[in-house]
C-alpha cells in the first residue's frame, strides 16, 4: 500500500471526515440502543441479508457509486447486484420467507459495495484508489444518511417529551394558515392529488441523485469530483437539521390538531377548522412520533434540487421546479409542516450552500457576509416564532409581509452573490517561481 498518498492534504481531510462520520453513526448506534432499538450502522448490515427497507434507494446510491466507474463496469456491478438480489429472492422464495415490511430487491447493492471496498485495496493504487473509494463512500453516505435520519427522529421523541406546535400555529395565521388551506385542496383531488404527492414526498432522495447523476457524469473520464455538487449539500442538511429539531420540537397539524395524533391531539380539526389559540405554550406529546418539522428538511433538500437542476438540460430544471412545487404541496397538504417552517427551510437550505460554496472560494469576504446574513435571518425567524406568535396572529398584515420579505431578501443576496462569483471564477494560487538549474 502507498501510505505517501496518505500525506497529501486532501487525502487527510477525507481520511478525517471519515473518521469524524464513523464517531458519530457509533454515538447514535449507542444512543438507539439506549432506547431498545438498533442504531444506523446495525439497521445497514442487517440489510445485507434481510429485506430492505430503502431498496430504491440503495440502487440510487448504487449510481452514484458507478459514476466513478466505466461503461463496462457499471454494467457488470448493475448485473452483480440484480443478480445477487435475484438468488437471494430465489431461496426466499424456496424457504417460504414472506416480505411484510421492505423490499425484496437492494441486499446486492451493498454486496457490490463491499465488493468495490475489496477491489480499491487489492487491485487499485494511488488516485485510481482513492476515486473508487470515494465514490463507495459517495454512495454509503447516502444510504447512511437515511439510517442516520431515522436515528435522529427516534432520538427526538425519547428525548422532547413536548412539543412547541401552538407556537407555529398561532405565528402561521400571519401567512394565513397555509397548512389548513392546501389541506383541503388535496383532500378536494382525492385519489389522483395525493397519491402523485406522496410518491414526490417519498422518494425526493432518489430525485436528488438523478440530479446529482447529470453533475457527476464526467466524473470516471475527467478522474475527479467537481468541486461542488448537491450530494454535499444534501448531506449537510441532513447532518444539520436534526440539531435544530432538538432545539425546536414540533409533530406538524395533523398529530397535534388532528386524527394522527389520537389521544395525544390536542382537537381532532385540521384541515376543516382552525384552532383557537389564546396564549401558546408548549404541550406533551407521545413518544413516538418524531419531532421533525423545525425548519422543513424536505423543503430544504427540494430547494436544493431546484437550485443545482438550474444549470442542467430543460428536462432537469422542469423536473426541479417540478418536484420543489410539488414537494411544497406535500409538506403542508398532508399536514406534516406549518407555512412557517417552510420559510425556516428555505433559508436553511440558502444558507447551507452559501457556506459550501464560500469555502470553496476561501471564504471570500462576499461569501462570509451571505453566510452570515443567512444565519442572522434563520435565528430571527426562530426566535420570532417562539417569541412573537401571538402579536405576529394579531398583526397579520404587518407580519406576514414581513416573514416573506426576510426569506425573498436571503434568496436575493443568494443569487446577487452566486451571479458574480460564477462571472468572476475563484482566483487560483500562483505558481511559486523554481530557481533556474546552474
Known amino acids: 500500500m502507498n501510505f505517501a498518498a496518505w500525506r497529501q492534504p486532501r487525502a487527510i481531510l477525507w481520511a478525517t ?34 429485506p430492505p427497507k430503502s431498496g430504491f434507494l440503495l440502487y440510487a446510491s448504487m449510481a452514484l457509486m458507478m459514476v466513478v466507474l466505466t461503461w463496462r ?8 447486484a440484480v443478480g445477487i438480489d435475484l438468488t437471494i429472492l430465489l431461496v426466499r422464495w424456496i424457504t417460504d420467507i414472506e416480505v411484510t415490511d421492505g423490499h425484496y430487491f437492494g ?30 463512500g459517495l454512495g454509503l453516505l447516502l444510504v447512511a444518511g437515511r439510517k442516520t435520519g431515522d436515528a435522529w427522529l427516534l432520538i427526538t421523541s425519547k428525548t422532547k417529551p413536548e ?3 401552538p407556537y407555529l400555529a398561532t405565528a402561521d395565521q400571519a401567512l394565513g394558515n397555509p397548512s389548513w388551506l392546501v389541506g383541503r385542496l388535496v383532500e378536494a ?10 410518491y414526490v414526498y417519498v422518494q425526493l432522495a432518489v430525485a436528488a441523485v438523478l440530479a446529482a447523476l447529470y453533475q457527476l457524469r464526467n466524473v470516471a473520464t475527467e478522474r475527479r469530483f467537481p468541486t461542488h455538487h448537491l450530494v454535499r449539500t444534501f448531506l449537510v442538511i441532513g447532518l444539520l437539521g436534526p440539531g435544530i429539531y432538538m432545539i425546536f420540537p ?58 443545482h ?33 417552510l420559510l ?31 444565519v442572522g435571518v434563520f435565528t430571527a425567524l426562530l426566535l420570532s416564532y417562539r417569541y412573537l406568535a401571538t402579536q405576529m396572529a394579531d398583526l397579520p398584515w404587518l407580519f406576514g409581509p414581513l416573514l416573506v420579505s426576510a426569506m425573498l431578501s436571503v434568496i436575493y443576496a443568494y443569487l446577487r452573490t452566486t451571479r458574480q462569483w460564477d462571472a468572476a471564477p475563484a482566483a487560483t494560487p500562483r505558481a511559486v517561481p523554481q530557481p533556474e538549474a546552474a
Request: with cysteine; net charge neutral; aromatic share 12%.
Open 189 to 198: 383531488t382525492e385519489p389522483v392529488g395525493p397519491a402523485v404527492l406522496d
Open 163 to 165: 412539543v412547541l406546535d
Open 309 to 341: 437542476s438550474r444549470r442542467g438540460p430543460r428536462f432537469l430544471r422542469y423536473a426541479g421546479t417540478f418536484w420543489l412545487i410539488a414537494t411544497l404541496g406535500a409538506t403542508l397538504g398532508f399536514g406534516y409542516h406549518y407555512g412557517v417552517d
Open 107 to 136: 441486499s446486492g447493492v451493498l454486496w457490490v459495495m463491499a465488493g468495490c471496498v475489496v477491489i480499491a485495496f487489492t487491485r487499485r493504487t494511488g488516485s485510481e484508489r482513492l476515486l473508487l473509494l470515494k465514490g463507495v
Open 344 to 374: 425556516a427551510g428555505v433559508v436553511f437550505a440558502l444558507t447551507i450552500e452559501a457556506a459550501l460554496r464560500a469555502h470553496d472560494r476561501g471564504w471570500e469576504p462576499a461569501g462570509i457576509r451571505l453566510v452570515a446574513y443567512g
Open 17 to 50: 471526515a471519515g473518521v469524524i462520520t464513523l464517531g458519530f453513526l457509533i454515538a447514535l448506534e449507542i444512543a438507539a440502543r439506549h432506547y431498545g432499538l438498533p442504531g444506523p450502522i446495525v439497521n445497514q448490515a442487517r440489510e445485507a441479508i434481510f
Open 73 to 80: 463496469q457499471r454494467f457488470i456491478a448493475l448485473g452483480t
Open 250 to 307: 414540533v409533530v406538524g397539524p395533523v398529530f397535534v390538531y388532528g386524527a394522527d395524533g389520537g389521544q395525544w391531539a390536542v382537537a381532532n380539526i385540521w384541515p376543516n377548522a382552525l384552532p383557537s389559540i389564546d396564549t401558546p405554550q408548549a404541550v406533551p406529546f407521545d413518544e413516538i412520533t418524531p419531532r421533525n418539522c423545525m425548519p422543513s428538511l424536505h423543503t430544504a433538500w427540494a430547494t436544493t434540487i431546484f437550485v
